[in-house]
Nanobody, 115 residues
């Protein structure tokens, strides 16, 4: 099993930055061998992937966040981080970490972008 815990959410003004972390425990080998994605969900909308990173380090970004968000892995801390810059009100959502092709999800962290 793999346990995923997100952190780093909060309230930020438009144009600001936040850094989300997804910390893994349990089967760490599976964590590092599997693509990890960040997803977000808002009321009335389906949960959608915003960024992902493969075991080889290949990254993917949704068009809505390309150029503003950066996903990376930290092998020393068993984490995947999502650096979010130039935040917009439409980035407001609960952000989740997910191990692709598994049932492993974190509980989410709330990001609110508002003045």
């Amino acid at each position: 099993q793999v346990q995923l815990v997100e952190s780093g959410g909060g309230l930020v003004q438009p144009g600001g930055s936040l850094r989300l972390s997804c910390a893994a425990s349990g089967n760490i080998l599976k964590f590092w061998r599997t693509t990890v994605g960040w997803y977000r969900e808002t009321p009335g909308k389906q949960r959608a992937e915003v960024a992902s990173i493969t075991s080889e380090g290949t990254t993917y970004y949704a068009d809505s966040v390309k150029g503003r968000f950066t996903i990376s892995r930290d092998s020393t801390k068993n984490t995947v981080t999502l650096q979010m810059d130039s935040l917009k009100p439409e980035d407001t959502a609960v952000y989740y970490c997910h191990l692709r092709d598994t049932d492993y999800w974190g509980k989410g962290t709330l990001v609110t972008v508002s003045s």
